[in-house]
């Protein structure tokens, strides 16, 4: 009884942005009941606030232990976890919360994304196309799903897909300089060197001091054999 009063000051103390002390009554109300589940959440969440991301860890990491099932304390710590680029890690959690609420866009995108950014092991690639093209099921109208498929089918070097992804991501979110340039290296791979240059020349048009967009189009000139134009785009 008196863990939950302590609990609930807590509550007050953090909506009224008195943080500290809101932690040291969590503490207090976890010290007299060590499974209180609420008590280690709400403790994740205000060291995540507070941006002490190994302490928020270890609250969530908690709560998971004491309740295998809630979706808010996976997708929180796969957060977290993300936060802390403990990609493989957060993968799970996210993972876990996909399967605790299958209708999750937000839990299979950032499953992806973590497992997008998982180099060394060969099958996470995969994981993370399954993921994102569930998200984008869930979300048909959602740029940054559609811009990870594009980094993912670029990495696995099939560029029709990639320039569609991109291409439909542009169509959402509207002319994002980084977007573009994601683009043009499509083409670039797809050999289709005029359309990257295109793509390029409208970055600079949005962004005239863009140098990866000048130095891209360094390497298109260099494609038609026009060197003083590349070494200018260089020198940009």
Do not use: W
């Not at 969590?26 to 002490?52: C, P, R, W």
């Not at 291409?167 to 980084?178: M, V």
């Amino acid at each position: 009884e008196r863990a939950a009063e302590l609990y609930t000051e807590a509550i007050i103390l953090n909506e009224t942005e008195d943080k500290t002390e809101a932690i040291e009554k969590l503490k207090q109300a976890i010290e007299l009941n060590s499974e209180f589940t609420l008590a280690h959440s709400m403790l994740g969440d205000i060291y995540f606030e507070v941006g002490d991301y190994e302490k928020s860890e270890t609250a969530y990491e908690k709560a998971t232990e004491l309740n295998e099932f809630s979706f808010n304390d996976f997708f929180n710590l796969g957060k977290v976890r993300q936060v802390l680029k403990k990609f493989e890690q957060a993968a799970k959690a996210y993972v876990r919360a996909c399967e605790l609420e299958p209708e999750n866009a937000a839990a299979h995108l950032n499953a992806a994304k973590c497992y997008f950014e998982i180099k060394d092991e060969p099958q996470a690639l995969d994981n993370a196309l399954e993921y994102s093209i569930r998200a984008k099921e869930l979300d048909p109208m959602a740029g940054d799903t559609e811009s990870l498929l594009g980094d993912i089918y670029q990495a696995r070097k099939d560029n029709v897909l990639a320039i569609e992804s991109y291409k439909r991501a542009l169509e959402i979110e509207g002319n994002k300089p980084d977007i573009m340039i994601s683009l043009a290296v499509s083409y670039f791979r797809a050999k289709q060197n005029d359309s990257a240059r295109e793509v390029l020349d409208s970055v600079i048009e949005i962004d005239q001091s863009n140098s990866i967009a000048y130095r891209y189009l360094g390497v298109y000139y260099i494609r038609v054999n026009d060197f003083e134009q590349a070494l200018q785009n260089y020198l940009m």
